[in-house]
């Protein structure tokens, strides 16, 4: 036995290292020994010739050697499949160079350069995903990622169900809907990606948290590089739908949260990083966590352009309002003293902005000159007395000094007053990047499922209030704003923006995406009861329709051999296979197949076979192939594909 194949046999006596078929996945031993996982450290040292090759002996103590393990496994000849050899090299370079000769911080993984579908049933928890090499398969890609055929149309009132007949337009062409879309979520958005390109104003996003063990129904353990690979795909065409003064937020916890920072850093710039929002989500804490327990959540906020100074501004409340007790011929205003008394701030830090304003002591007026009417000299001084800073420079003060007046203080010394008016679109004020509000908590996600379904069917829902706090500071009720959510789950995004409309008049359109079953059950049920609760609202329901739902159907209702084995051949011709399936059929395989059917229960056991082969990714059909005859669409679904789609049909 080589020394290769003794370390591969080892590592796959290790399940979390073998896909389902007793492959070995090499970027889960790449993960586990950069962490220096105690484990695969104890494996390694079970086998002598193994612990002399990766371990240094230093008086008495065996130090495993992770670059060497890293580099010998990473090495050409490790893997014999050629494709697996080249995708564990995509991402060691950048822009055509090796990271060791660039100055920047990069995030680089196995992966980093491909394209993962990334389903996220129970079911796919295992299954052999396709990473898609930007550079070997672009044909595929470009298939992968084209926009697809929707089908299973319905239209949601407050009365019930309707037909859909077509889909409201604004005068720019864009669709004015409620959207919810069962499939994909990748390819979801590249679909809406033909209609909703630069329109979106808000995204929110709950994904997976990559903790292995989270209690949605999706898949929650992919591993480090997969995921990072799945969010980034993402990532990149959500940036595309953002309007100009469009905003994410992304919940986190801690198990990705750094990692996913440095992705948007490089997705969405930045530059065009807002904040990262602590959110107190569990007021009591996760008992379950090892150390210490955890209170909080994060929310990552980042813009399309960071231009706009209108994004997350808040209304200011009726007691901040109380101030404004002034009035003159411009409006309502308040005086707030020029001077800043922050105690950091001095002459000798802000030396631009320690300058003397001259008074009139006659009646207040100032001026940046002293003459026979401006006799009186105020400077600015900080909290503890000493010499301090203005609040605005020179040329902000010589352009709004009609906006200034002086008055004397009891101890002789003059204060600078600027009149701050309520704008004419109302007083704002910034929002904090700490939230403490009890409503937030998941607590109150369950309880408010609770009340629609009788009981929660999730165990940490976002609650409505966390969703309209985000809202409320980056879209506006007084405009047609698009809000997605491609991670819907139990459907609070959707819930939170008919409130608020609700309660203050707003015309926020919602966009839901998600892959699951529930979709029907709990996402999809919570939207109608909300709208048929408030008496009014509505909402389009559609599906992508997946590539291999008319080979499952005709292979099901087969009724001989014959039949089978011609639907195999459209199914080879068409590359419907698994990726790792040869399409060719020879003759002995076509002879073995047909003996398959002459056994007891032979049919049946035929057509599970060739269930099995059919591609597992749930690729749907593209709206390239709409008129093939063998994935049957209806001329109903036809047309409503020609309205939704429009030119780009």
């Not at 484990?39 to 990766?54: M, Q």
């Not at 008495?60 to 564990?88: C, P, V």
């Not at 939170?496 to 309660?503: F, P, R, T």
């Not at 195999?568 to 002995?588: H, K, Q, T, V």
């Amino acid at each position: 036995m080589t020394f290769n194949t003794k370390l591969i046999n080892l590592l796959k006596t290790d399940p979390r290292f073998v896909d389902d078929e007793g492959e070995l996945v090499l970027a889960a031993v790449q993960d586990y020994a950069w962490k220096i996982n105690h484990d695969l450290v104890k494996l390694l040292l079970s086998d002598n010739e193994i612990k002399a090759k990766f371990f240094d002996e230093i008086e008495g103590h065996w130090i495993f050697n992770l670059n060497t393990f890293i580099d010998y496994i990473s090495q050409k000849n490790f893997l014999n499949n050629s494709y697996t050899r080249f995708r564990n090299r995509i991402g060691l370079t950048i822009a055509g160079k090796y990271l060791r000769e660039r100055g920047e911080v990069a995030l680089v993984w196995p992966y980093k350069d491909c394209v993962l579908e990334g389903g996220q049933t129970k079911e796919e928890e295992k299954r052999k995903e396709i990473f898609f090499n930007e550079v070997l398969a672009q044909d595929e890609i470009n298939r992968l990622l084209d926009p697809k055929v929707l089908t299973n149309f319905t239209h949601y009132t407050a009365k019930g169900k309707e037909k859909v007949t077509g889909f409201k337009r604004d005068e720019n062409g864009v669709i004015r809907e409620n959207l919810i879309i069962k499939g994909n979520n990748l390819l979801a958005l590249h679909t809406l990606k033909t209609q909703f390109r630069g329109q979106v104003k808000l995204i929110y996003i709950d994904p997976p948290y990559n903790t292995g063990n989270d209690s949605f129904g999706y898949n929650d353990s992919f591993n480090h590089s997969t995921w990072l690979t799945f969010m980034k795909n993402r990532l990149e065409v959500a940036r595309e739908l953002l309007a100009p003064d469009g905003v994410i937020f992304i919940s986190c916890d801690d198990n990705e949260q750094a990692y996913l920072r440095v992705i948007m850093d490089e997705v969405f710039g930045l530059e065009n990083f807002v904040a990262n929002i602590v959110a107190q989500t569990n007021p009591r804490g996760r008992t379950l966590d090892k150390f210490l327990a955890k209170t909080f959540e994060y929310l990552i906020v980042f813009t399309r352009s960071i231009g706009y100074d209108s994004l997350f501004r808040i209304p200011k409340s009726e007691r901040a309002l109380g101030e404004y007790k002034q009035v003159d011929k411009w409006g309502v205003y308040r005086e707030l003293e020029l001077r800043n008394r922050n105690p950091v701030f001095t002459r000798s830090n802000r030396r631009n902005l320690y300058f003397p304003i001259y008074v009139n002591p006659e009646n207040g007026a100032v001026s940046l000159q002293k003459d026979n009417t401006f006799t009186e000299t105020a400077l600015p001084t900080n909290s503890r007395g000493e010499d301090g800073c203005w609040t605005w420079g020179q040329k902000k003060v010589s352009e709004n000094i009609n906006l200034l007046t002086a008055r004397k203080a009891s101890t002789g010394v003059w204060r600078i007053f600027r009149k701050d008016y309520i704008p004419a679109e109302g007083a704002f004020t910034k929002e904090k990047a700490l939230w403490l509000d009890k409503t937030i908590n998941h607590e109150n996600g369950k309880e408010e499922l609770g009340r629609l379904f009788g009981k929660s069917p999730f165990a940490f829902p976002k609650s409505v209030e966390l969703i309209k706090k985000i809202l409320q500071i980056s879209t506006r009720s007084n405009r047609r704003q698009i809000v997605l959510d491609f991670h819907a789950g139990s459907g609070t995004t959707a819930h939170a923006v008919l409130e608020l409309n609700k309660e203050d008049g707003g015309n926020r359109q919602f966009i839901l995406v998600e892959q699951m079953d529930y979709i029907e059950t709990v996402t999809r049920e919570r939207v109608r009861k909300v709208i048929e609760q408030q008496g009014g609202g509505d909402f389009i329901y559609c599906e992508l329709m997946k590539y291999n739902e008319a080979f499952m159907e005709r292979i099901q209702s087969a009724k001989s051999t014959e039949e089978l084995v011609q639907i195999w051949r459209e199914m080879a011709e068409g590359s419907f296979l698994n990726w790792y399936i040869n399409p060719e059929m020879p003759e002995e395989a076509v002879r073995d197949f047909e003996a398959l059917g002459q056994e007891p229960n032979g049919l049946e056991k035929q057509k599970h076979l060739l269930a099995e082969l059919l591609d597992k990714n749930q690729l749907y059909v593209n709206l390239s192939e709409i008129d093939d005859a063998q994935f049957n669409v209806s001329e109903e679904d036809k047309a409503l594909n020609k309205a939704f789609y429009g030119d780009s049909l």
